[in-house]
Every structure is written in C-alpha cells, then in structure tokens.
C-alpha cells in the first residue's frame, strides 16, 4: 500500500487539545507500518517548523512522531516530507532525524503502475489565472505569492536562523496560529472546478502534458477527488486535524480517499 497524508498542523496554537492530532497521526503511522511500502507526507505536518544554526530544545515536544518516522524509515519503508507553507524551513536537520527523503519542489514518481504528480500545492497557479479569476482573487494570489517569494528568500532564511530560538519560535507560532485561527473563522470551501486553482493549475499540466494519473496535493484544507480527464484525477488530501483524512493506493493503482478513525 502507498498512503498519502498531509497538513496536520502540529503544535498549533489554536487547538484547544495540541496533542490530540500528534496522537491519531502517530496511531495512523504505526497501523499502516505493517502494509505501508511508501508514505507521502505532503507539507504542513508541523504548524511551524524551522530549523536555526543554535540547538533548539523546543523540537523536543516531537521526539515522539520524530522516533515514529525514524522507525519506518528503518523498517524499509519509503517515507517522503514535501515541505509546506508552514514547514518549509529545513536545512537537512529533519532528515538527520528521520532518514525521511525531503522534497522542496513538485515531485513525479510512477508508483504501482500510476504516473503521480505531487506537490504540498501552494503558490501552485495556473499560468492565465489573470484572465481567469475575478479581481478580488487575483490580489490575494499575488499578496500570498509576494509573501511565499519572502519566506523562500536565502537571504531571509540566513538572517532568521540566526535569531535565538525561543524569539524566532514565538514569532513563528504566532504568526501560525494567526493563519490557523482566520482559517477556522473564514473557512474557504470548494470553489468549483473552474476557479479552484490546483485544479486549474493540474489541468494546465495535463494538457501541457506528459500525463499523469494523478495530482495529489495537501494545503487547501478540502477533500476532493476529481476526474479532469478519462484517466486523470485531482486528488485534495483534506487535513489531519479537523477532517482526519487521508489517501492510500493499493498495489493494482486503485486510489481512495479514507477518514481515520477517531479511537486511533
């Protein structure tokens, strides 16, 4: 089986119960360790996540999934973190930890007979989104692009691992849960297929070509599996800490999309 799971969010401030979602993450891993021969984390696993040129003793509060993945990286499972918009200040310290083969771009990997492109999602746009989204919505796409372009910035990311930890944290979980929290007070529902942009952006690629199977992505917080093409599909992973929602692949290249169980 291949599994598919992203955007779990750990540590957020906003939870009322932090360590609920580490704990049915944790209970999901080690229930498919026994079928799993690949495991896909696609981004936002970590509410923030960075890693500073000082020890960080916070990171501590995740030696329990840390050891977890570490596990089964060792039992010969292929496990694979695509950074987020929340995770995506690693420097080589979270592989050391885990063994965990890191991904900082849009990955393609023909896995069971399916060509799969994957990718956490954000700041993914079809390239004519001006012509095709209304005003409101292109200025938010710019305003996000504008900020992604600031946090992927080397010079940036040099100057903030230089802050002491427990500053560069404060900020950082701050900054999270602010997003979290506009998130749960203004939720952003499916927008339909035509102005949904991952789904846009994926049918640009498709079209474009080479084709693939499928276009699994994390980020947006929806759980949707949808067909653009006879035998193409976008794939939505939903979340980890609200839907508990994932997706697995068997060995014929069926995929579904699956809800964990609660007594996980």
């Given at each position: ?10 540590g957020s401030?906003?939870f ?15 229930e ?13 696993i ?9 020890r ?8 329990a ?9 060792r ?11 929340h995770?995506l ?13 890191i991904?900082?771009k ?13 990718a ?15 005003a ?7 305003s996000?692009?504008?900020l992604?372009?600031?946090f ?6 040099f ?6 930890p427990?500053?560069?944290?404060a ?6 849960r602010?997003s979290?929290?506009?998130?749960l ?7 339909g ?21 499928f ?32 997706a697995?692949?068997?060995e014929k290249?069926?995929?579904e ?5 609660k007594?996980?």
């Amino acid at each position: 089986m291949v599994y598919f799971i992203s955007d779990s969010h750990l540590g957020s401030r906003v939870f009322k119960n932090p360590y609920e979602n580490e704990r049915r993450l944790i209970a999901l891993l080690n229930e498919i360790k026994h079928d799993a021969t690949h495991i896909y984390l696609l981004g936002d696993i970590f509410d923030f996540w960075f890693e500073y040129f000082w020890r960080d003793k916070s990171k501590k509060m995740y030696n329990a999934l840390i050891r977890t993945l570490n596990h089964l990286v060792r039992r010969g499972i292929h496990v694979h973190f695509f950074i987020g918009n929340h995770d995506l200040w690693t420097f080589g310290g979270l592989h050391e930890m885990t063994g965990m083969k890191i991904h900082h771009k849009p990955y393609t990997t023909l896995v069971n007979g399916k060509t799969i492109y994957m990718a956490h999602g954000d700041g993914l746009v079809p390239s004519d989104y001006a012509n095709r989204l209304d005003a409101k919505m292109q200025r938010r796409i710019r305003s996000f692009m504008r900020l992604r372009a600031f946090f992927h910035h080397p010079v940036t990311q040099f100057f903030y691992r230089l802050l002491p930890p427990c500053v560069g944290n404060a900020i950082g979980y701050e900054w999270s849960r602010r997003s979290r929290q506009k998130e749960l007070d203004h939720p952003c529902p499916y927008k339909g297929e035509e102005n949904e942009e991952l789904v846009m952006y994926s049918k640009e690629l498709e079209n474009r070509g080479p084709h693939h199977d499928f276009y699994i992505y994390g980020h947006r917080h929806i759980a949707l599996d949808l067909q653009i093409k006879k035998d193409s599909r976008v794939i939505i992973l939903g979340d980890f800490f609200k839907q508990w929602t994932y997706a697995k692949m068997d060995e014929k290249g069926n995929l579904e999309l699956c809800t964990a169980e609660k007594n996980n």
